[in-house]
């Protein structure tokens, strides 16, 4: 038996064409020849990808953006995957205020958590500022890679790691060589949302860096504020073709290795 | 000497540690700073008085822009309970051939970072902006339509980031449903309508107070589309908390307002699970 709803239908293409609105406008505009942001255009042109592609002032906050997001994902997952580990398979005092604390950065609003941190290494005097960036996207990504790896662990087959004790191996060397290897989609799928979010974040970077240190979404920030022009545009669209390829290639990877 | 340290301390501890450093103790300056007083100067002085809440409750430009963000929040969740439930609904009950990829055209465009999609808003919004430049054209409007720097472009933005975590939310009630009972409804001789309003929706209830709770206490708080889609002319609170920290530098009544947003959010959601979900006993779903 199936029911049709016409009028769904139209309205639900109507939704789409709300969501994909603002990322062809702006696909659109990085082809604009003129030097500035108007409608209608005058014709096709690459120049703008042209001048953000060969320097300019996105490729530093680029590398910026990129060191920050790895350095978060090198120290965020092996701490997140040993809380989440921890959380599901030991028993203790405290367990759920610590797994409470532990998620609680998902709930608090990251402009307080920024103000917060600001107040805290002004009057710690911490003038480090890629070390105050990395130490707040630490605490922002732990909650991700804990959730996702709690429900990584909690799928897993128990037995298979206590076969793996009572055939000799250790406690470590089990939870390198069997628990972790089982755990691979979860493990994959936290990395990448730690890199994703870990590179769009913009709040934290406002209120933590300083001079000398801009990631890229500060700069686009900025740029849409004072310096509205077809090239924000184009390094726009390469984000947007850049998140939506990364995006693919994590759905391809996580319906490979959930296949085999 | 390892081995007598439970495991799970090992595995807990470097965590906790930073999770104490970098977390628990600036958000508890934040409280403290809150309760700091201020003296005309701008410098800050340590007391427990409430000179920064009185201040905010006495005086009405901020208690008005308290109640624009709260307002701003209760619009953007129900606009996007009304589209997300379309479209969650629509995705739920197309063919599982399609659905896969009708739910990725919902999610990969939404991944792109806020901050990019405020951009495209602003193109499309602005006063010389396509809607604007075509509305015109067709000749529906003479003079172009403020909606850049306007409550409802900040509305329109909003939406359009937050409706991924509505359909996320209702997508996964929709698809748990019991299908027997719909066609329970369907065979007895209800009409599509009637499946919908008195099967289908009361079903999904669990799923629509977590969607709209979710959206609106991030809507609260969320600072990127107030600050460029509504600019200087929609003050907001996440804004004005902006403000008052990096250009005003009066952090404690930044931490203040901070304190107020957060009492506000748990306030509205506790209310709002009260008289949507609070008539049936405890722990019955």
């Known amino acids: 038996m199936r029911r049709r709803f016409p009028l769904l239908t139209i309205v639900n293409t109507l939704i789409y064409l709300f969501i994909m609105a603002p990322l062809l406008v702006i696909v659109i505009s990085s082809f604009n020849p003129g030097e500035y942001l108007v409608f209608p255009f005058q014709g096709f042109s690459l120049r703008w990808y042209e001048a953000v592609l060969t320097g300019g002032r996105y490729t530093e906050p680029f590398w910026t953006s990129i060191k920050l997001a790895i350095a978060t994902t090198v120290v965020a997952l092996p701490l997140g995957t040993m809380i989440a580990y921890a959380i599901q398979r030991f028993d203790f005092r405290f367990k759920s205020a610590l797994q409470g604390l532990f998620l609680s950065p998902l709930v608090i609003p990251t402009l307080l958590f920024g103000i917060g941190l600001l ?29 996702t790896m709690l429900a990584g662990f909690s799928q897993m087959e128990r037995a298979v790691e206590e076969a793996s004790i009572i055939l000799g191996a250790s406690p470590v060397k089990t939870f390198f060589l069997v628990t972790l290897p089982l755990a691979r989609p979860a493990l994959l799928a936290s990395a990448f949302l730690s890199l994703v979010l870990s590179f769009d974040e913009l709040v934290i970077a406002l209120f933590l860096t300083g001079p000398g240190i801009h990631t890229l979404p500060m700069t686009i920030y900025s740029d ?14 390469i984000i947007i073709a850049g998140t939506i390829l990364i995006g693919l290639l994590g759905i391809a990877v996580m319906r490979r290795s959930q296949k085999t | 000497m390892l081995k007598r340290i439970p495991p ?20 508890g300056r934040l409280l403290v ?11 800050m002085e340590a007391a427990a008085v409430l000179d920064q809440y009185t201040r905010f409750f006495t005086d009405p430009f901020y208690l008005q822009m308290l109640w624009r963000s709260v307002y701003i929040g209760v619009a953007v969740s129900l606009i996007c309970l009304v589209l997300g439930y379309c479209l969650a609904y629509g995705v739920s009950r197309s063919q599982s051939k399609h659905r896969f990829m009708l739910l990725m055209l919902i999610a990969l465009p939404l991944l792109t970072s806020a901050v990019i999609r405020n951009f495209g808003w602003i193109i499309i919004l602005g006063r010389k902006g396509i809607l604007n430049q075509t509305l015109q054209g067709i000749g529906i409007i003479q003079e172009p339509l403020d909606l850049l720097y306007t409550p409802t472009g900040v509305i329109i933005a909003l939406v359009h980031v937050m409706l991924p ?15 027997t009972l719909e066609s329970a409804a369907a065979n007895l001789g209800a009409s599509s309508w009637k499946i919908f309003w008195f099967v289908t929706l009361p079903l999904s209830k ?10 609106f206490s991030i809507t609260l708080s969320f600072f990127v589309t107030p600050s460029l889609i509504g600019g200087a002319k929609v003050k907001l609170m996440a804004t004005e908390i ?21 009492l506000t959010m748990l306030l509205v959601t506790s209310l709002y699970r009260r008289v949507l979900a609070g008539r049936k006993p405890e722990g019955v779903h």
Do not use: C, E
């Open chain 2, 242 to 262: 902006y403000n008052q920290t990096i250009n005003l530098l009066n952090w404690p009544y930044a931490s203040a307002m901070g304190v107020i947003l957060l």
């Open chain 2, 8 to 27: 799970y301390w090992i595995l807990l501890a470097p965590g906790l540690l930073i999770f104490l450093l970098v977390f628990v103790l600036p958000l």
């Open chain 2, 165 to 179: 975590y509505m359909v996320l939310v209702l997508y996964s009630v929709l698809d748990g449903l019991d299908r």
């Open chain 1, 119 to 147: 107040i805290f290494f002004s009057y710690l005097g911490v003038r480090m500022f890629f070390l105050r960036l990395l130490l707040a996207h630490i605490v922002l990504i732990i909650p991700y890679v804990v959730r």
């Open chain 2, 206 to 215: 669990q799923g629509i107070i977590a969607g709209t709770l979710l959206v």
């Open chain 1, 224 to 237: 849409i504020q004072f310096n509205l022009s077809p090239s924000l545009a184009a390094v726009s669209s």
């Open chain 2, 33 to 43: 700073l809150s309760f700091y007083k201020t003296d005309p100067s701008g410098a």
